[in-house]
């Protein structure tokens, strides 16, 4: 009954791979007969999705630059807009000019009052979406909870085979994700100086890619294997021992994926405590406190996490964003 809804959906251009929980909406909508077009917002690609808005039915936009770029392409041709909310306005403050911070959330703020309807993951967020939106609803973030509960066993033996070569130690630690400053992604790679029986599998890109291009160089404990297809990442994930996640966000999808697979997950303590609760191990940013971390994770019992990530499957996210979609048209 969805098959006339054309949705254009403009996303951050984020490296392939490593930003893809809108992907995986994007599956199921079609599964439900939408007809769905990822794309990344560039200068070059919002000119385009003003050329073509005729075409499409309704817009999605995901902040940041797909929600500012969708209120743009509504403001010029009226397409229905559906903001998809998933980035907290603080953790954008903590890492650029504060000039910058304070025109995104002007700018944000636009595409809410704009927006035809507004999706927002973080509850902080709640009253400042409220204050705009005409209509909201609260949704989250998700996992392909089958996929990393139970993976592929092509994709099992793809991973083995790409890590025989790697020479791990009896240990393996795993981070999948961006490789940026937020992420501490360097904190991590010195933590590895502190654990002699741990091998650090790294599968993600980002602005920190030629930093950790040589700690790869220069510690042999430390395998970074760049990006790999996501449906692929399962198998790498059911190989290792521990999760690393050091990012104070209780909402992040590497701590779903990792739970799913039944792996113990190390956290930055902070605002994911209320919600996981003693299913995590916590830390500091501070590297030997992050490698004693990873040693009591590496202690503690698999599958702690597998019945409360269950919850998160995209499959029933999505039923906020289909509803979201067919609400405006």
């Not at 251009?13 to 994007?26: E, W």
């Amino acid at each position: 009954m969805n098959a006339h809804l054309q949705v254009l959906w403009l996303t951050p251009d984020k490296p392939a791979n490593i930003s893809v929980g809108r992907q995986r909406i994007a599956d199921h909508l079609e599964a439900d007969g939408f007809a769905v077009t990822l794309r990344g917002t560039t200068p070059y690609t919002l000119l385009q999705s003003l050329r073509d808005a005729d075409e499409y039915d309704v817009v999605v936009g995901t902040t940041r630059a797909g929600a500012i770029a969708g209120a743009l392409v509504k403001s010029v041709t009226g397409t229905p807009l559906v903001v998809d909310h998933v980035d907290p306005i603080q953790q954008f403050t903590d890492t650029h000019l504060r000039w910058l911070a304070v025109v995104v959330r002007l700018l944000e703020n636009f595409a809410f009052h704009i927006a035809d309807h507004v999706l927002y993951v973080y509850g902080e967020e709640r009253n400042r979406v409220e204050r705009y939106a005409k209509v909201m609803t609260k949704t989250d973030l998700g996992v392909e909870y089958e996929r990393f509960a139970d993976p592929d066993s092509e994709a099992v033996t793809a991973a083995q085979e790409h890590l025989e070569g790697q020479q791990l130690c009896e240990n393996v630690a795993i981070y999948v994700g961006g490789l940026e400053p937020i992420y501490h992604i360097e904190e991590l790679l010195t933590a590895m100086e502190y654990l002699d029986n741990w091998s650090l599998v790294i599968l993600g890109d980002g602005s920190l890619h030629e930093q950790v291009l040589q700690a790869d160089d220069a510690r042999s404990n430390v395998h970074y294997l760049g990006t790999v297809p996501h449906e692929k990442v399962p198998g790498y994930v059911v190989l290792a021992d521990v999760g690393v996640s050091l990012v104070d966000d209780p909402h992040t999808l590497k701590v779903l994926e990792y739970g799913a697979t039944g792996l113990p997950i190390v956290q930055i303590e902070g605002r994911a405590v209320e919600r996981f609760g003693d299913h995590l191990v916590y830390t500091e940013s501070d590297p030997e406190e992050v490698a004693e971390a990873i040693q009591r994770a590496g202690l503690m019992d698999r599958d702690l996490l597998r019945g409360l990530v269950r919850q998160f499957d995209w499959q029933e996210i999505t039923a906020d964003y289909r509803r979201a979609i067919t609400s405006v048209k």
